[in-house]
C-alpha cells in the first residue's frame, strides 16, 4: 500500500473492514499482520486473514458477497493498495 494512505487504512481495515466481514456471518473472526523482512519503501505489507468454519462459509462469501467487498475497497482506496486471495488450511 502507499504510506500516504497507511493511517487511514489500517483504522479502516481493523474498525470497519474486517469487521463487516465478519458480520456476513461467513467468518468468525479475523487477523490482521504486517509482513516484516519485506522493503517498505513503496509502503507497508500486511495480510489480513479471515477464518471460517468450514469450506462452504468461504464460498458463501465469495459467491454472495466478494464482488461487492472489492468494489467499496476500490471505492475507498483505489489504486493505492494491491490484495490478492490465497486460500489455506491450518494443518494440526
Known amino acids: 500500500m502507499d504510506w500516504s494512505i497507511h493511517d487511514d487504512w489500517l483504522l479502516w481495515m481493523k474498525n ?9 456471518g461467513c ?9 516484516l523482512d519485506t522493503d517498505d519503501h513503496d509502503g507497508p ?9 468450514s469450506k ?12 461487492t467487498y472489492r468494489q467499496k475497497t476500490f471505492d475507498m482506496w ?3 493498495i494491491s490484495s490478492f486471495r490465497s486460500l489455506m488450511q491450518i494443518v494440526q
Do not use: D, S
Open 27 to 35: 467468518f468468525t473472526h479475523t487477523q490482521l499482520v504486517r509482513l
Open 45 to 53: 505489507t500486511y495480510a489480513a486473514q479471515y477464518f471460517a468454519e
Open 16 to 24: 470497519i473492514h474486517m469487521p463487516e466481514l465478519v458480520a456476513t
Open 56 to 67: 462452504a462459509g468461504y464460498n458463501r462469501y465469495i459467491e454472495q458477497y466478494a464482488l
Open 78 to 80: 483505489g489504486n493505492k
